[in-house]
């Protein structure tokens, strides 16, 4: 009976349930203990203007929105894990360098919305707070590239 409630707690407590993916708890935990003297790719994806599909179009979109995300990054394989790390940002763990053009260009054509990425390499040596702290600041440097080219 415990350990029927264990993994049930545990899972409640590492799985997003709306996006069906891990969550940030699952993903920190990971990166400092599992990772930690591996070298891998980090990247962090955030939807565009995802307030904006909120209150124009409703909760309900937005959740498909990013609900549609997770379903086009799982379905290929090509990261070992897609996390919701909070709201509309997620963080992917990939072995070898991912394109996102077209990962963008699907997700555009599905679903009308875009996202921004960014990607760092941790090697074995650096720690998970700097190479996030890099990849986000990556993401928003595209995101404020996009916005103005008007993307």
Known sequence: MFFINYRKY?????????????NRNFIEDKLKNYYKDQQIYISIIDINNFKQ??????HFAGDN???????????????????RFGGDEFILVHK????????????RQQTGHSFSSGTMLKKKEESFDAILSIADRKLYEEKDKSKNNGK
Not at 65 to 83: G, H, M, P, R
Request: proline fraction near 2%.
């Open 65 to 83: 929105a990013l609900i549609s995300l997770v379903d086009l990054l799982k379905e290929t394989n090509q990261f070992e894990y897609v996390c």
């Open 53 to 58: 599909i909120n209150d124009t179009y409703g």
């Open 10 to 22: 545990k899972k409640l407590a590492y799985w997003d349930m709306l996006c069906n993916c891990h």
């Open 96 to 107: 070898i360098p991912v394109e996102f053009r077209i990962y963008k260009e699907l997700f």
